[in-house]
């Protein structure tokens, strides 16, 4: 049947962070260290605090929160539990990694692939006090057309989009 987007294999691999990781590493594409955590009292090897914890089978900020960034083993025992609980999968936890934050659309495949311009994800328009951080609240309450929390384009030049990114 004809559609549009991405393969089902592509959309099965992006619906497990962990599994997106492994892709993104294997292609020499940084990206923050993290562990699968299955039990809220057995912890495999972690990265230092601070640390995000996330859904490992969820997409669009679904179980992201100010809560998800820890800076705590308390705080970090206290959020794997949630997720676990309260989505019936295992959590993902990886290095937090503070700063601006940007939405790269892609479409077409290989050597046909058209890069659309950067949305930047702007913290400066969250409501006093929230976590900086592309959270569900950020994605679906707070970013409405009177006050967009997404800037498309970014501010960022286009030559040095890549450069400051990576």
């Known amino acids: 049947m004809p559609f549009t987007g991405s393969s089902s294999h592509t959309l099965r691999t992006c619906l497990d962070k962990a599994a997106t990781k492994r892709v993104l590493q294997q292609h020499g594409l940084p990206t923050p260290a993290y ?57 993902l936890v990886e290095a937090f990694l503070p700063g601006r934050e940007f939405t790269a659309a892609l479409v077409g495949n290989n050597p046909a692939i058209t890069v659309f311009p950067l949305v930047e994800i702007c913290f ?31 501010p960022i030049p286009s030559p040095t989009c890549a450069a400051e990114l990576l």
Do not use: C, M
């Open 35 to 91: 562990a699968v955590v299955y039990h809220a009292r057995t912890f495999p090897a972690l990265p230092e605090f601070p640390l995000i914890v996330k859904p490992l089978h969820e997409g669009s900020s679904k179980g992201i929160s100010g809560a998800s960034v820890v800076h705590t083993p308390a705080a970090l025992q206290t959020r794997v539990a949630h997720v676990l609980e309260a989505y019936h999968q295992p959590a």
């Open 124 to 154: 400066t328009a969250l409501p006093p006090g929230a976590t900086p951080l592309y959270s569900y609240e950020a994605n679906w309450l707070w970013d409405t057309p009177a006050q967009p929390i997404s800037l498309l384009p970014s």
